[in-house]
T-cell receptor, first 114, second 113 residues
Framework: DTGVSQNPRHKITKRGQNVTFRCDPISEHNRLYWYRQTLGQGPEFLTYFQNEAQLEKSRLLSDRFSAERPKGSFSTLEIQRTEQGDSAMYLC????????????FGSGTRLTVV | DQQVKQNSPSLSVQEGRISILNCDYTNSMFDYFLWYKKYPAEGPTFLISISSIKDKNEDGRFTVFLNKSAKHLSLHIVPSQPGDSAVYFCAASPRGSQGNLIFGKGTKLSVKP
């Protein structure tokens, strides 16, 4: 078990382009979370999945953002028509149950929009 | 409007001494609190947690104290080691939430040899 894997580690894109990030959770974890972290801030919740069902979305997740978790395995987070304000670290985490004992986070994907 | 506040951006401590990291919260609906540690270029790592029905939880060198009346919690690290140098995030879980956490801005701890 190699933990939570996120790809790519870094992404530089031009404003207006679409980007997609991938998260592979720990295999037996049925819950998967996406967070965003900007400079000087703590992680901010974006959305979470229980198996393949997306059960909660933050107001931060505008209509340019979409997340999927087909078959309850890996997850993708897509940002359409990127803006400079989307530049951040995107963190994925997974947990086996309610998650209250603490998730396992991946190392994140750092997005820079130029 | 920050619901979880870590008012000290940084803390420097001598190796072997106690590190005390503080966190304040404003929402009485939080019923579970967690501390995460983050090294550069890595994701946050879960450290220790506490339920709102308790006032103390201990795990090795790490102890978390919760003062519900003051809406304050603290993380004590004794003794501090250079490897503890990292950013520490306080996080809170609202009652009835599905596991989403609200994080503070973090405190950067430096433990000097």
């Amino acid at each position: 078990d190699t933990g939570v894997s996120q790809n790519p580690r870094h992404k530089i894109t031009k404003r207006g382009q679409n980007v997609t990030f991938r998260c592979d959770p720990i295999s037996e974890h049925n819950r998967l979370y996406w967070y965003r972290q900007t400079l000087g801030q703590g992680p901010e919740f974006l959305t979470y999945f229980q198996n393949e069902a997306q059960l909660e979305k933050s107001r931060l997740l505008s209509d340019r953002f979409s997340a999927e978790r087909p078959k309850g395995s890996f997850s993708t987070l897509e940002i359409q028509r990127t803006e400079q304000g989307d530049s951040a670290m995107y963190l994925c985490a997974s947990s086996i149950s309610y998650g209250r004992d603490g998730y396992t986070f991946g190392s994140g994907t750092r997005l820079t929009v130029v | 409007d920050q619901q979880v506040k870590q008012n000290s951006p940084s803390l420097s401590v001598q190796e072997g001494r106690i590190s005390i990291l503080n966190c304040d919260y404003t929402n009485s609906m939080f019923d579970y609190f967690l501390w995460y540690k983050k090294y550069p270029a890595e994701g946050p790592t879960f450290l220790i947690s506490i339920s709102s029905i308790k006032d103390k939880n201990e795990d090795g060198r790490f102890t978390v104290f919760l003062n519900k009346s003051a809406k304050h919690l603290s993380l004590h690290i004794v003794p501090s080691q250079p490897g503890d140098s990292a950013v520490y995030f306080c996080a809170a879980s609202p009652r009835g939430s599905q596991g989403n956490l609200i994080f503070g801005k973090g405190t950067k701890l430096s433990v000097k040899p």
